[in-house]
C-alpha cells in the first residue's frame, strides 16, 4: 500500500524568506508525486509532479521540488515566498506497480498550511 | 477551458435525510473521481470512474453512498441515509486519461460542495 505524510502542519515563513514544505512517501515501486494547493473555500490546484528524470521538477507559480530516493521524500520549495502563497498544500503519491485492491488511487497527505507573514 | 463545475457549492441537512451532489467535469475527460475531504484531512477517494464504468469503489461506504456517471459525462453522488461524520467537502476531479503511463495526468478539481449533516 502506498502512503504519504507531512510532519508540519503549520509552515510560517517571512515574506521573502525561501520556503519549504515537507513531504515523506512509501510505495513499493517507483512513485509518481505531486503537489497540489488548495486556497480558501477552493478545490485543489495542481503545481507540479515528479514521473522519472531530474530529481528537480519546476512547477506553477515558482515552486519546484526535489525527489529524493534515498530519503523517500519529495519536498516543495519556493526560493522567495510570497503573501499570496498563503494557502493548504497537499503532497500525493501513486504507486504504478502497485496492481492490488485502489490500485489507481492518489493517495493524499493530510496537508500543510502555509502561512506567509508580511 | 472550462473547469470542473459542482453544485451546490453548500449543503445543510439533518442526520438521515438524503442528498445528492452533482458534478460536470470538464469537455473531454474521460476519468471521473468523488473524493471526501473532512475537515483537517487530505483528500480520500471514494469512487473513480472511466467514462461510465466503476474503475475503483473500495472505499465508498457502499451502505449509504452511491455514485453513477450515465453516459460518461455528468456525475452524481448521493448519500442516503446521512449521517453526522458525513460532513465534509465533496469534491469532483476529472483528468484527461487513466492506466498505463497516463497514471500521471494530473486532476482538475471542482470547488466542492461543503455539506453539514446536523
Known amino acids: 500500500a502506498q502512503s504519504v505524510a507531512q510532519p508540519e502542519d503549520q509552515v510560517n515563513v517571512a515574506e521573502g524568506n525561501p520556503l519549504t514544505v515537507k513531504c515523506t512517501y512509501s510505495?513499493?515501486?517507483?512513485?509518481?508525486l505531486f503537489w497540489y494547493v488548495q486556497y480558501p473555500n477552493r478545490g485543489l490546484q495542481f503545481l507540479l509532479k515528479?514521473?522519472?528524470?531530474?530529481?528537480l521538477v519546476k512547477g506553477s507559480y515558482g515552486f519546484e521540488a526535489e525527489f529524493n530516493k534515498s530519503q523517500t521524500s519529495f519536498h516543495l520549495k519556493k526560493p522567495s515566498a510570497l503573501v499570496s502563497d498563503s494557502a493548504l498544500y497537499f503532497c500525493?503519491?501513486?504507486?504504478?506497480?502497485?496492481?492490488?485492491?485502489?490500485?489507481?488511487?492518489?493517495?493524499f497527505g493530510k496537508g500543510t498550511k502555509l502561512s506567509v507573514i508580511p | 477551458e472550462a473547469g470542473v463545475a459542482q453544485s451546490p457549492r453548500y449543503k445543510i441537512i439533518e442526520k438521515r435525510q438524503s442528498v445528492a451532489f452533482w458534478c460536470n467535469p470538464i469537455?473531454?475527460?474521460?476519468?471521473l473521481y468523488w473524493y471526501q475531504q473532512i475537515l483537517g484531512q487530505g483528500p480520500k477517494l471514494l469512487i473513480q470512474?472511466?467514462?461510465?464504468?466503476?474503475?475503483?469503489d473500495s472505499q465508498l461506504p457502499k451502505d449509504r453512498f452511491s455514485a453513477e456517471r450515465l453516459k460518461g459525462v455528468d456525475s452524481t453522488l448521493k448519500i442516503q441515509p446521512a449521517k453526522l461524520e458525513d460532513s465534509a467537502v465533496y469534491l469532483c476531479?476529472?483528468?484527461?486519461?487513466?492506466?498505463?503511463?497516463?497514471?500521471?495526468?494530473?486532476?482538475?478539481f471542482g470547488n466542492g460542495t461543503r455539506l453539514t449533516v446536523t
Open positions: 470512474f472511466q467514462n461510465n464504468g466503476v474503475v475503483d
Open positions: 510505495v513499493s515501486g517507483n512513485p509518481y
Open positions: 515528479y514521473i522519472t528524470g531530474d530529481n
Open positions: 469537455s473531454g475527460h474521460a476519468t
Open positions: 500525493a503519491v501513486r504507486d504504478p506497480s502497485y496492481s492490488g485492491a485502489g490500485s489507481y488511487q492518489l493517495t
Open positions: 476531479a476529472s483528468s484527461s486519461r487513466m492506466g498505463g503511463s497516463s497514471y500521471n495526468s494530473p486532476l482538475h
